[in-house]
């Protein structure tokens, strides 16, 4: 039998302080794993993507994951597809989970755990991509970290409303607004074009970029990147088709700044950077963690797909 896991299903188990420190040993052991997880990505006669993560893959889960989704930047939403957690001992397809669900929830804690160790202390929160993954930064750094005032911008004018209603923010007009003002910078967009460069921001301004997960997008310019400590969660990903695939490299992965290995922010005056484009093993991680919830909540549906 299957347990089907849908949004609703999820967000009824799903825990912001739990999910963080799942993601946080996650961090830890990934590189325990001999076999690298793999993101592909093909483009398509649509108006979109399909992209596979495989497998998700963590030290003592006996389980792994395949997620398969489909991005369309002008559908609503943007992003749909589903994660299957198989057993890593017969293959029994234990859960399909909606996966812009796990996606959102992985993605914003994540970022929330690397803004929280690179960026300097309080200060003024700026938003730039009033969507889904920001919704979910702002609550993980909620559980972290106090917060101090919140500037917005969207290319959707309502939609930037109704995220600064919802978080006692205001709205600006444009992203260098947003720089000029914030001390920690978060963007989750689909832009193609640098957002900010370095004439637009400051020494001692925390970026981090959730919009740099394929091939062509772009949120922060080669000389922001070259100025600041730059922190991944994969150097290789990074360099062929995330944040650092136009130019900069990376000073670390943020699982060498959790496990203590690398400095994250060095001094005060530093600019960071966290440019993460999203494994697989942080699928498993917040999968495992929503289907033994579930299990033990008796949330789902069991289905037999052999039937």
């Not at 799903?14 to 993601?23: D, N, S």
């Not at 290319?155 to 923010?169: E, K, M, P, Y």
């Amino acid at each position: 039998m299957t347990l089907l896991l849908t949004r609703g299903d999820l967000e009824a188990v799903l825990e912001p302080e739990a999910g963080i420190e799942v993601l946080r040993d996650g961090f830890r052991a990934a590189d325990g794993v001999s076999i690298a997880g793999q993101r592909v990505r093909t483009d398509l006669p649509f108006p979109g993507t399909a992209t596979a993560l495989i497998p998700g893959l963590l030290p003592g889960v006996p389980a792994y994951t395949v997620k398969v989704n489909a991005k369309f930047p002008d559908a609503r939403p943007a992003l749909r597809g589903v994660i299957c957690l198989h057993s890593g001992m017969d293959g029994e397809l234990l859960a399909l989970l909606d996966s812009a669900t796990v996606t959102a929830w992985r993605t914003g804690l994540a970022a929330a755990l690397g803004t929280q160790l690179l960026a300097g202390p309080g200060g003024v929160l700026g938003v730039i991509g009033a969507g889904a993954q920001a919704e979910l930064v702002l609550r993980g750094l909620t559980a972290l970290r106090p917060r101090g005032a919140l500037v917005v911008h969207d290319t959707s004018s309502d939609r930037a409303a109704n995220f600064a209603r919802r978080h006692g923010g205001r709205v600006l007009s444009c992203a260098a607004e947003v720089a000029a003002i914030a001390d920690v910078v978060l963007s989750a967009t689909w832009s193609r074009q640098p957002l900010l460069r370095l004439a637009d921001t400051r020494k001692g301004q925390h970026f981090t970029s959730l919009g740099t997960d394929e091939p062509g997008k772009a949120e922060l310019a080669v000389d922001l990147l070259e100025a600041a400590t730059v922190v991944v969660d994969d150097r290789e990903l990074a360099a062929s088709m995330g944040a650092l695939a136009s130019g900069g490299t990376a000073s670390a992965t943020l699982g060498e700044v959790v496990r203590g290995e690398r400095p994250g922010r060095g001094s005060a005056e530093e600019r960071t950077v966290y440019a993460p484009v999203g494994l697989p093993w942080q699928d498993l991680a917040l999968s495992w963690s929503a289907y033994r919830a579930a299990e033990r909540a008796g949330i789902g549906r069991r289905v037999d797909l052999l039937a």
